[in-house]
């Protein structure tokens, strides 16, 4: 007899009724949403490595989840103190979410909502901790979506993505040659592997990138890394500055690219 089987049925119908489910929930009742889930306890495995490098108080603090599925790392966050706006572009996982969090009585504390990552930039809400895990990897127009969560983070940016193995914290020259692109094939240099099939049986798995990539890519977008508290996982906070005095093309093409005016 599993664990779920002894518990009261409406409960239990309702995990089956709204799976399948990625995130594993320890719901009240000893109730799991994922017991059997291929990661282990996940992501609450991945939640206790990086869990001591956030803020144990985060009473005051605004949350934005982005990508936030059934709403774990929302939920943890939130009893933390945090208010959380949640998103996430899948109903079926926000449905999920959703009923989780009258589970868990903590429908007062997350806000979930169907959004896409791009609308965010319509938005003008800034946020002091932006939670950006497993997401990017989805998006195939990765920078574009870095770039709009960056604008978004006031204190730090829990960031995480698939990755390629690599070396890391490569700082390449302010300029390349021509004749010398060779140097861009370097194992060293920021790289991200394009997928136009799948990984994993997943047709969104777009892009996979090296660490040194990641860091590049989080650096080009305003960020700078904080610690690294687990494997592909990123804390950052605004700051960095490319030296490159670029910053009015980055914001042109920004501009365009999320159908804002662009400036005169
Ligand atoms: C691999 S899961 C990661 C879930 C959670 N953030 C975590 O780390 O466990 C990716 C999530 O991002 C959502 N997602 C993918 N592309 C998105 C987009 N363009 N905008 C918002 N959410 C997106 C998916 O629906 C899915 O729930």
Not at 226 to 250: M, Q, S, W
Request: with cysteine; aromatic share 10%.
């Amino acid at each position: 007899m599993t664990a779920a089987s002894s518990l009261p049925a409406e409960v239990t119908g309702a995990v089956d009724a709204l799976g399948p489910w990625f995130h594993n929930l320890h719901l009240p009742g000893e109730v799991q949403t994922a017991p059997d889930h291929a990661l282990g306890d996940f992501p609450r495995n991945k939640w206790l490595v990086i869990e001591p490098h956030v803020p144990d108080d985060l009473q005051g603090w605004t949350v934005l989840d982005v990508g936030c599925n059934a709403g774990f790392y929302s939920f943890e966050l939130a009893r933390r103190g945090a208010t959380v706006h949640a998103i996430d572009l899948d109903e079926h996982y926000l449905r999920q979410a959703r009923w989780a969090a009258e589970q868990l009585e903590l429908a007062d504390r997350v806000t979930f909502e169907k959004l896409p990552i791009y609308q965010l930039a319509q938005r003008p809400q800034r946020y002091d901790l932006v939670w950006f895990m497993g997401v990017l990897y989805h998006l195939r127009y990765p920078l574009l979506g870095l770039d709009i969560v960056a604008r978004k983070t006031r204190r730090l940016m829990m960031f995480q993505t698939m990755t390629i193995p690599g070396e890391e914290s490569f700082m390449p020259p302010d300029d390349v040659p021509l004749d010398q692109r060779r140097m861009l094939c370097d194992p060293a240099w920021p790289t991200m592997a394009f997928i136009e099939r799948r990984v994993a049986g997943d047709p969104t798995n777009w892009w996979a990138a090296n660490p040194s990539c990641v860091e590049a890519m989080l650096r080009s977008s305003g960020m700078r890394l904080v610690t690294r508290p687990a494997h592909e996982v990123y804390l950052c906070e605004p700051g960095a500055n490319d030296g490159l005095g670029i910053g009015h093309l980055k914001e042109d093409e920004y501009l365009a690219a999320t159908q804002f005016s662009p400036r005169t």
